[in-house]
């Protein structure tokens, strides 16, 4: 093989790839919310927001059951499925498949959407509490037919509320910031 051979079919495609790689990564980088607003990810078994929360009124605490109370929301187990699809619906496959998933003991995991790095400290009663909506954060889900990631959860996003939160809490509300001091978050 001729050296300028080489140099065409190796070394410049090389340079091109590193070159776009680099274009790719700087890009990525210098976009925040790219990967964490609009996270959509499939689940093992098809659930929609908005046949349950929105259509049929469901409200959104009879399947998180944890907001009001716990650090955590809390994703309902295919048994609080089944308090209504024991009956509703029964002779259709999604609904099957779930009561035969549950009947079989095998694990089931939904898929996370919202998570926090390990060194971040967020709890739901103080915001939920406060009178702020599941909606300023997580957007309209009762219309959504597969839940897609609303909120960015930098620390910019965080902090922007903190900072002025009344558009967010109710009309009336004596809550006039939240804490922005660093060992509130990074405890
Ligand atoms: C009938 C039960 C049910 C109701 C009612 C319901 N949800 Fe859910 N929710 C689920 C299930 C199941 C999942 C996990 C599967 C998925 O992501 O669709 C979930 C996932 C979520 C997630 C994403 C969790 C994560 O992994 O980050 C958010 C946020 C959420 N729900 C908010 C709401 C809000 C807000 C309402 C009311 C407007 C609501 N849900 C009403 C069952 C319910
Ligand atoms: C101030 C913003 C905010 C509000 C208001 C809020 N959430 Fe969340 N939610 C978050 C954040 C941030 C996370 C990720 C927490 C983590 O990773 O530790 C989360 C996670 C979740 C999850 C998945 C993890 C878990 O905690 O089980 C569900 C489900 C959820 N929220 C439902 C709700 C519902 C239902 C409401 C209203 C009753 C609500 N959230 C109100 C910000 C909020
Ligand atoms: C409080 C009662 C209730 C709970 C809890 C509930 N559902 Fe439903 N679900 C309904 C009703 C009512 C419908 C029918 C909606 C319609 O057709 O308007 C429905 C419809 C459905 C359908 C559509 C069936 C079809 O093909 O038409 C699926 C799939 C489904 N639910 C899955 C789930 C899953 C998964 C859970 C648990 C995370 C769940 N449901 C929890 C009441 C409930
Ligand atoms: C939509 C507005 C809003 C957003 C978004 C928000 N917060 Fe808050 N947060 C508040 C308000 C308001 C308070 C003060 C509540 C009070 O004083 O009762 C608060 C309080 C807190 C507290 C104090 C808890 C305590 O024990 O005193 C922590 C921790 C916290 N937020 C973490 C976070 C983190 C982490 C995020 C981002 C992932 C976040 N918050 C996003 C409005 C918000
Ligand atoms: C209201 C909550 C909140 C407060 C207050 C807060 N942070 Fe953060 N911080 C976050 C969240 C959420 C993340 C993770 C997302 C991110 O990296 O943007 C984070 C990430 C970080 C990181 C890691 C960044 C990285 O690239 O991994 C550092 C360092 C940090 N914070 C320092 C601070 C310092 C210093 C302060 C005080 C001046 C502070 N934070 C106050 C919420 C908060």
């Not at 919202?114 to 599941?134: E, K, M, Q, T, W």
């Not at 909606?135 to 037919?145: A, L």
């Amino acid at each position: 093989m001729h050296r300028h051979d080489r140099f065409v079919r190796k070394i410049v495609p090389a340079g091109a790839v590193s070159v776009l790689a680099t274009v790719l990564l700087v890009g990525y980088a210098a976009e925040p919310d790219r990967y964490t607003r609009g996270f959509e990810p499939e689940q093992p078994v098809h659930f929609s927001h908005r046949l349950h929360a929105g259509d049929n009124h469901i409200p959104c605490q009879y399947c998180h059951t944890g907001p009001s109370k716990s650090r955590t929301a809390g994703v309902p187990p295919l048994e609080t499925c089944l308090n209504c699809h024991r009956v509703t619906r029964t002779d259709r496959p999604a609904i099957q498949q779930i009561t035969a998933w549950a009947k079989s003991g095998k694990p089931f995991e939904w898929r996370r959407i919202y998570s926090l790095p390990d060194h971040v400290y967020f709890d739901h009663r103080p915001h939920v509490n406060s009178g702020i909506a599941c909606q300023e954060c997580h957007g309209e889900v009762q219309r959504m037919e597969r839940i897609s990631q609303a909120m960015s959860l930098r620390m910019g996003a965080c902090l922007a509320c903190h900072r002025d939160p009344s558009d967010a809490l109710p009309p009336g509300s004596s809550i006039k910031q939240g804490p922005t001091h660093c060992a509130v978050c990074h405890r």
